[in-house]
């Protein structure tokens, strides 16, 4: 998400939060259910031992919180590649993704939880993110 090549990210929960959100790159990385060429697309080879790990890596903006099979038609390569979007799963879709420059440390949670940022996201963004320029850019449009 943080290389704005994904736009939905997908849970087993629905929420009815709307706004401002936080992407954080877990301290286990999952490689049994990683997008492993879309990974290798964004990050290079060496991904596994190169991605950010227990930090928030981009925030952007919850929008949606969809059924999966709602947008499972309207889906980039690289959604398709990074998301589980079975029938029964819900897609958050997150807009106006912006990279935190110097990922910031955060012990991360089961859920959503508050967060407050201080001032560490005072000129650590990146530009805002996108996502068919992202996807283009890494083959995955």
């Not at 949670?109 to 996502?131: E, I, V």
Request: hydrophobic share 45%; with cysteine.
């Amino acid at each position: 998400m943080a290389a704005g090549v994904k736009r939905h990210e997908t849970r087993h929960w629905a929420t009815s939060y709307r706004g401002p959100i936080a992407i954080h790159a877990a301290r286990t990385l999952d490689l049994a259910g990683a997008p492993d060429l879309l990974c290798e697309a964004v990050s290079g080879r060496f991904w596994p031992k190169e991605m950010p790990r227990g930090v928030v890596v981009a925030v952007g903006y919850l929008a949606a919180c969809d059924p999966a099979e709602k947008v499972a038609d309207h889906l980039t390569p690289a959604d398709r590649a990074a998301g589980n979007f079975d029938r029964g799963r819900f897609a958050w879709r997150i807009e106006d993704i912006r990279r935190v420059l110097d990922p910031i440390p955060l012990v991360g949670r089961q859920r959503l939880f508050n967060w407050s940022a201080g001032g560490a996201l005072d000129g650590n963004l990146g530009p805002m993110l996108d996502h068919g320029v992202q996807c283009r850019r890494f083959g995955w449009a």
